[in-house]
């Protein structure tokens, strides 16, 4: 194959299995009533509990604004709460509740058993291969944009 077909069907196939991945993952939030946003902001607390919506959006690389209005639907869903960050009376620090990290620790499990169904049986090297090929095309796209 010529270096174009190869990256043609390396994007190909890059595309198609992030869309799976995806379709997979928004069946399941969506079974705890969850939008894939709202779950990724989840996920990000249950690593990191107590973080700033500012380090919320840089985190999910997204606006500010387009965080607030997240946590404000997990805030009335009863997931999260909003609390006073010392010293500085603008900032507010997101915790989960009982009933989020109970949510969490259910998707960080299902996430963990799609892994070992995806992943199962392709050896080390053939991931660490692929690994670098996605860290070298992730930089790659960060340096376009």
Do not use: W
């Not at 009982?98 to 058993?113: F, G, T, V």
Request: proline share 1%.
């Amino acid at each position: 194959m010529d270096a174009l077909v190869e990256q043609t069907a390396f994007m190909d196939e890059l595309t198609k299995v992030s869309r799976k991945m995806r379709t997979l993952f928004d069946a399941r939030v969506k079974e705890q009533g969850l939008t894939l946003a709202r779950a990724r902001i989840l996920l990000l607390l249950a690593k990191t509990d107590g973080m700033t919506q500012s380090q919320l959006a840089e985190a999910l690389e997204v606006e500010q604004p387009s965080v607030v209005s997240l946590i404000d639907a997990l805030e009335k869903t009863g997931l999260v709460l909003r609390c006073a960050v010392e010293g500085d009376r603008r900032a507010k620090a997101i915790h989960l509740t009982d009933l989020a990290r109970e949510q969490a620790d259910n998707l960080l499990s299902y996430i963990a058993e799609l892994r070992r169904q995806v992943l199962g049986g392709i050896g080390k090297s053939d991931l660490a291969a692929a690994t670098r090929v996605l860290q070298q095309v992730s930089g790659k796209i960060g340096a376009l944009v």
